[in-house]
Nanobody, 126 residues
Framework: QVQLVESGGGLAQAGGSLRLSCAASGRTFSSYAMGWFRQAPGKERELVAAISWTSRNTYYADSVKGRFTISRDNAKNTVYLQMNSLKPEDTAVYYC???????????????????WGQGTQVTVSS
């Protein structure tokens, strides 16, 4: 069992930055792929970024490539999402999630992620 707790959300201006953190409990965190998803009102939940358990492989949605960076520190049981050049369309609730079954590459479908945090709101004003 893994419990995930996000932090770092809030209000930012367009062009600004925020850094999200996701702290995980459990000794198996280091063997799980991790993902950051987001869901805006009236929209489906989408994968923003994901990282393999080794940190060697990452995935980014086209909408955030070049602006967001996912990273992890297995010694601290924490995964991060650095968000730069924020846009109003980045406004959403952001969730971190853990995928216990991924191999060398993170997986994109939310159906593979068994554990979820409670979410943190990110609001970007224009």
């Amino acid at each position: 069992q893994v419990q995930l707790v996000e932090s770092g959300g809030g209000l930012a201006q367009a062009g600004g930055s925020l850094r999200l953190s996701c702290a995980a409990s459990g000794r198996t965190f280091s063997s799980y792929a991790m993902g950051w998803f987001r869901q805006a009102p009236g929209k489906e939940r989408e994968l923003v970024a994901a990282i393999s358990w080794t940190s060697r492989n990452t995935y980014y949605a086209d909408s955030v490539k070049g602006r967001f960076t996912i990273s992890r520190d297995n010694a601290k049981n924490t995964v991060y999402l650095q968000m730069n050049s924020l846009k109003p369309e980045d406004t959403a609730v952001y969730y971190c999630a853990a995928d216990p079954g991924a191999g060398w590459f993170p997986r994109a479908s939310h159906g593979f992620y068994d554990y979820w945090g409670q979410g943190t709101q990110v609001t970007v004003s224009s």
